[in-house]
């Protein structure tokens, strides 16, 4: 799982260690991630499945795509789709893919690098593994988090931002024992590289065998802590977690997680994404790609893409035929 990593975690910024009286978040619930598959049939788990829409506001879904390791001819991606209300944040951890959307975003990703699409409006775009990948199998591992959008935001213009894994804010904990690599909002007044719309912060977090981390945290946000590898434990009662499951915490100051001593030796590091938000508070009605606040909404966004308002499919060059 190499993402982004340094030679010399001593080297870089640290957060502070919280005040002696600052509250840290009590467990609301550690919840399993079940597996499935998605696009032309990718597995997938669920991260968030079995989670009030109340406890994860302001996002919405989010998967873990992966771990798995390909056989060549075995790489698939999702075909072609609409989305329309909410940002995707496409986080590539091991192997690459490429993206592509009708409003001219798109590129190749790889190791420790993040695609944020603002959908607003609408868009259709598309999500693969190059040629060569399908061709010579490997390991593909990543991340896909739906944000949601407040109303007066969901008929934005659409926008892409293109992340590359050497712009995203690196930090240690106190101690040296966790690096945590910070994609989008702040954390203990540390940016990363994210715009967004609606106000929260993604980081994943690799914690060394034994070590606890104690991140200060935004009263105004929400908490949730999801284990892509190993296992360890969330707050100050040390609740066991691990690989596929997600804690929701309480109101506080502080997000408390901690590494087992012994690790799995595929796994030698605790592996977490946290995250959280300022709550949208808004009614949400979400059905396939789109997320909307109203049925009448969801109506209006299916007739839309039905009459091609959504984009269309750029055309792609024939081999041999010049392109005008």
Known sequence: MPAVTVSNILTL?????????????????????????EGEGFPVRRAFAGVSMADLDPFIHMDQMGEVEYAPGEPKGTPWHPHRGFETVTYIIDGIFEHQDSAGGGGS???????????GSGLLHIEKPPESLVVSGGLFHGLQLWVNLPSTMKMTDPR??????????????????ALLRVIAGEVDG??????????????????????????????????????????????????????????????????????????????????????????????????GPFVMNTREELITAFEDFQAGRLGTVPAEPHPGHDVL
Do not use: C
């Not at 005040?19 to 399993?32: D, F, L």
């Not at 990703?109 to 959908?119: E, H, L, S, V």
């Not at 980081?203 to 296992?231: C, E, M, S």
């Open 109 to 119: 990703m790889t190791d420790g690098d993040t695609q944020w699409m603002t959908a």
């Open 190 to 287: 540390h940016d990363g590289p994210g715009i967004t719309h609606t106000p929260i912060s993604v980081i994943h977090a690799t914690v060394a065998p034994g070590a606890r981390v104690q991140l200060p945290w935004r009263k105004d946000f929400n908490a949730l802590v999801y284990v892509l590898a190993g296992r360890g434990s969330v707050g100050a009662e040390r609740r066991p977690i691990e690989m596929g499951q997600l804690a929701v915490f309480g109101p506080g100051d502080v997000i408390e997680v901690a590494a087992d001593d012994n690790q799995e030796s595929r796994s030698p590091s605790l592996e977490l994404v946290i995250l959280g938000g300022r709550p949208i508070r808004e009614p949400v009605a979400a059905y």
């Open 160 to 177: 892409y931002q293109d992340i590359r894994g050497k712009e995203v804010s690196l930090l240690s904990s106190p101690d040296g024992g």
């Open 13 to 37: 910024p640290r957060v502070s260690t919280p005040e002696p009286s600052a509250q840290s978040r009590p467990v609301r619930s550690v919840t399993t991630a079940p597996q499935g598959f």
